[in-house]
């Protein structure tokens, strides 16, 4: 009993009391988490309508480097149409310059270009895209990767539009 | 058998009415987190059909999370009345 701080008579609060959730606040709770998930899928729906709507404006060229920046069976990223939007330049041959939108149709993972096999390989679930066409060949991914089309102008290349 | 009687009778019911409402209560809640669990399968379509850039089904899933979410307004509100009255 000498042990109780003296705080403690004036406030005789019990853990046991405090902590006791009623029916009612977990109710309460519920009904909160129902609203949460129901304004994250409201969010997400947003979202798309709005990259739907982005996705509709007329893309301009634009220069994504030179020619001899990239050797033979080498790759690289550049973003188009805009920043934030990661495409992948591959250069399969030593005239032939390949490019796609680099997030996989499945779920928006990076692929990379596996230049033994000649194709694109999405890591997260083994998607596999073929590097010429970008079709699918193996894996979940449900569509092709978005094509972006290339123009050579003298050691310049360009971006200039995208194939979705 | 006069008074004593009925206020047994009377004690009886009351239980009685008071188990059976416990019983709507506790199967209202069961109800709830049954939709809310509906609300995340919906939850995570939806985030994959964003994720995958196919968007067709978005609308439809933020459509069926809102239908649930009035569903568990409407059950708890009828909790919160039963309860109030």
């Given at each position: 009993m000498?042990d109780?701080?003296a705080?403690?008579?004036?406030?005789?609060?019990?853990?046991?009391?405090?902590?006791?959730v009623?029916?009612r606040e977990?109710?309460?709770s519920?009904?909160l988490v129902?609203?949460?998930?129901?304004?994250a899928?409201?969010a997400?729906?947003?979202?798309?309508?709005?990259?739907?709507?982005?996705?509709?404006?007329?893309?301009e060229?634009?220069?994504i480097?030179?020619?001899t920046?990239l050797p033979?069976?080498?790759?690289?990223?550049?973003?188009y149409?805009?920043?934030?939007?990661p495409?992948?330049?591959?250069?399969?041959?030593?005239d032939?310059?390949?490019a796609?939108g680099?997030?996989c149709?499945?779920?928006?993972?990076?692929?990379?270009?596996?230049?033994e096999?000649?194709?694109?390989?999405c890591p997260?679930h083994?998607?596999?895209?073929?590097?010429?066409?970008?079709?699918v060949?193996?894996g979940?991914?449900?569509?092709?990767l978005?094509r972006?089309d290339?123009?050579?102008k003298?050691d310049?290349?360009w971006a200039?539009?995208?194939r979705? | 058998?006069?008074?004593g009687?009925s206020?047994v009778i009377?004690t009886r019911r009351v239980?009685a009415?008071?188990?059976q409402?416990?019983t709507?209560v506790y199967?209202?809640?069961?109800a709830?987190?049954l939709l809310i669990?509906?609300?995340?399968?919906?939850?995570?379509?939806?985030?994959?059909?964003f994720?995958?850039?196919?968007?067709a089904?978005?609308w439809?899933?933020?459509?069926?999370s809102g239908?649930c979410?009035?569903?568990?307004?409407?059950?708890?509100?009828?909790?919160?009345v039963r309860r109030?009255?």
């Amino acid at each position: 009993m000498a042990d109780v701080p003296a705080w403690k008579d004036d406030f005789p609060i019990s853990w046991a009391d405090d902590h006791y959730v009623t029916r009612r606040e977990f109710t309460k709770s519920l009904v909160l988490v129902s609203c949460a998930t129901f304004c994250a899928n409201g969010a997400l729906a947003g979202m798309g309508a709005l990259e739907a709507a982005k996705s509709g404006v007329v893309t301009e060229p634009k220069k994504i480097g030179l020619v001899t920046d990239l050797p033979v069976g080498g790759s690289r990223v550049f973003e188009y149409p805009s920043a934030g939007d990661p495409c992948l330049l591959v250069r399969i041959d030593a005239d032939r310059f390949v490019a796609f939108g680099q997030k996989c149709t499945h779920l928006g993972c990076p692929v990379v270009y596996r230049k033994e096999k000649k194709q694109l390989h999405c890591p997260c679930h083994e998607g596999t895209f073929n590097a010429e066409d970008g079709k699918v060949i193996a894996g979940p991914p449900p569509r092709p990767l978005p094509r972006i089309d290339l123009e050579r102008k003298g050691d310049e290349l360009w971006a200039v539009a995208i194939r979705k | 058998m006069g008074s004593g009687h009925s206020e047994v009778i009377n004690t009886r019911r009351v239980r009685a009415e008071r188990a059976q409402g416990m019983t709507v209560v506790y199967a209202i809640m069961v109800a709830v987190i049954l939709l809310i669990l509906l609300q995340f399968l919906l939850l995570m379509v939806a985030l994959e059909d964003f994720l995958s850039g196919s968007r067709a089904l978005l609308w439809g899933a933020a459509a069926g999370s809102g239908a649930c979410f009035a569903a568990a307004c409407w059950l708890i509100r009828y909790i919160t009345v039963r309860r109030s009255t």
